[in-house]
Structure formats: C-alpha cells, structure tokens
C-alpha cells in the first residue's frame, strides 16, 4: 500500500489524497450550491409568431454574459410552463450548446438577428455532452421545456419578438 502511494505521488498531475478529496468536495458539492444561489435573471417576455397568426408568449430570462450563457439552466430540477431562458450572443455565429448538468429536457430554438427561427432541436437529452449545433449562424438560442415546440407547431421560419432582435413582446 505504501509503494502504491510512493508511486501515485510521483506521477505528474496525481494529487495527495488529502487535496484530491477537498478537490472533488470542491466540485462535486459547492459548484452546484454556488450555481443554485445564484440570483435568478428578472424575467423579460418572448413573443413567438407563428406563420398561422398564432402568438404565443413566455416569461424567459436573458443569459447575455458569458457567465450567464455558460451557466444557462444547469442544476436546475424544474422550468415552469411557459418559461424558458434565452442566450443572446451579441452578433451573429454558429451556436455550440450542451446539456452538461442540465436535469430538464429542453427544447432549443435557433434565431438569427432578426429572430427568425433557423432550427429547432427538440428534446435535448439531459446531461448529455454531445454537441448541438445551430449550423448556420444565429443571434440567439431559446430554451423552452421539451415538447412546447411540437405543443405549439413552431416551425424554421417562424419569429421570436424581443428586444435582442429589436422587437418588443407588448401583446
């Protein structure tokens, strides 16, 4: 057992046991806790207009920092009906999203600068860490609870309203 510890202590990047312990406490328990006390975002409206005329509306908060995007909903157990969240990147560019540590299974719309839908994900799997693209450049991603985009009969095409795009939800 000794010689077991001799050698893990030589290897390059092995930690002693001791600081390999608070390493893992470190982020297994206190980064959840610190993401779960984080403030949440004011609420602001997202209308989508739908090619029939339909407008359907949510309450979203704006993840617009880098912080706040790399966050987005992970460690979250639960999004109320007609919530979501949208990540605004501040220019248009190919969206590279995961669901790493995210419980919901979410629906993932793609928006370009002027808020026209350029592709939905449905039903993202949770904690996967596959990689799901927008592959064409967007402004914008909503996150909605998987299943709303089906619910509603939201297509490519479609439009969100929010300031992010320079239009207003005032319905």
């Given at each position: 057992?000794?010689?077991?510890?001799?050698?893990a202590?030589?290897?390059?990047?092995?930690f002693?046991?001791?600081?390999?312990?608070?390493?893992?406490?470190?982020?297994?328990?206190?980064?959840?806790?610190?993401?779960?006390?984080?403030?949440?975002?004011?609420?602001?409206?997202?209308?989508?207009?739908?090619?029939?005329?339909?407008?359907h509306?949510?309450?979203?908060?704006?993840?617009?920092?880098?912080?706040?995007?790399?966050?987005?909903?992970?460690?979250?157990?639960?999004?109320?009906?007609?919530?979501?969240?949208?990540?605004?990147?501040?220019?248009?560019e190919?969206?590279?999203?995961?669901?790493?540590?995210?419980?919901?299974?979410?629906?993932?719309?793609?928006?370009?600068?002027?808020?026209?839908?350029?592709?939905?994900?449905?039903?993202?799997?949770?904690?996967?860490?596959?990689?799901?693209?927008?592959?064409?450049?967007?402004?914008?991603?909503?996150?909605?609870?998987?299943?709303?985009?089906?619910?509603?009969?939201?297509?490519?095409?479609?439009?969100?309203?929010?300031?992010?795009?320079?239009?207003?939800?005032?319905?």
């Amino acid at each position: 057992m000794k010689a077991a510890r001799a050698r893990a202590a030589r290897r390059p990047g092995a930690f002693p046991g001791a600081f390999a312990a608070g390493f893992v406490l470190l982020h297994v328990v206190l980064v959840p806790l610190f993401a779960l006390s984080a403030p949440a975002a004011r609420a602001e409206p997202v209308c989508l207009d739908l090619a029939g005329g339909a407008v359907h509306r949510y309450e979203v908060e704006v993840a617009a920092t880098p912080g706040a995007r790399a966050q987005g909903l992970m460690f979250r157990r639960e999004l109320a009906p007609r919530a979501g969240m949208l990540f605004d990147f501040g220019r248009d560019e190919i969206a590279r999203m995961w669901m790493k540590n995210t419980f919901i299974p979410l629906d993932m719309v793609f928006a370009d600068r002027r808020g026209v839908v350029r592709g939905i994900v449905r039903n993202a799997r949770p904690r996967s860490l596959d990689t799901i693209s927008s592959r064409v450049p967007v402004r914008a991603v909503l996150e909605l609870n998987a299943g709303e985009a089906d619910r509603i009969g939201l297509v490519a095409g479609d439009r969100l309203r929010h300031p992010v795009f320079g239009t207003r939800c005032d319905n």
